[in-house]
């Protein structure tokens, strides 16, 4: 047999079941993203709002992503374009650059999207990953009530659906 009709087959089999196994992660936030605190010549935001261009230079500033932002960043630092973070909701928003994105397969994303959240879940912050249009392309959200969190990373389509659900632990 095939392997691509294998994996479409497990797919079509599995999808279902993957789709309703039962997780008590949150919902994601349906927030628009705040595109006003993007803009180069943005004002600062307001307290408890952090973007990557507003380190604290007296302090270390939680959740600190600049590492990550180092570490991470595919495409010679492109992908990755700016970021949001609420320190009261407890909710980091990434800005990647739509035209990487495209080039990036569902792995590539899951694993962008995973060091991010991984990070994120250090400091018990959901991630969400936006475009440069403010399409909503991605999520990484926890419950943190329990002593190990209960994870889902969620890739949306190209459309803006729902992608398969992806448990993490």
């Not at 973007?51 to 630092?77: D, Y």
């Amino acid at each position: 047999m095939n392997l691509k009709v294998i994996a479409v087959f497990s797919l079509v089999v599995l999808s279902p079941l993957l789709a309703s196994a039962h997780t008590s992660a949150p919902i994601p936030s349906l927030v628009p993203l705040e595109v006003e605190f993007l803009a180069p010549n943005a004002l600062p935001p307001r307290p408890g709002v952090i973007t990557a261009n507003s380190i604290s230079q007296t302090q270390i500033t939680t959740p600190s992503l600049w590492w990550a932002e180092e570490q991470f960043n595919e495409f010679g630092g492109k992908l990755l374009t700016n970021w949001i973070a609420y320190q009261d909701e407890k909710r980091v928003d990434l800005v990647v650059n739509r035209q990487p994105w495209t080039l990036l397969n569902y792995l590539e994303r899951y694993r962008f999207v995973n060091r991010f959240g991984t990070v994120g879940r250090d400091y018990q912050y959901n991630v969400r990953v936006f475009n440069d249009r403010a399409a909503m392309l991605a999520t990484y959200t926890c419950n943190y009530s329990k002593a190990q969190p209960d994870c889902e990373l969620l890739i949306f389509d190209s459309l803006g659906q729902d992608g398969l659900p992806v448990r993490r632990q």
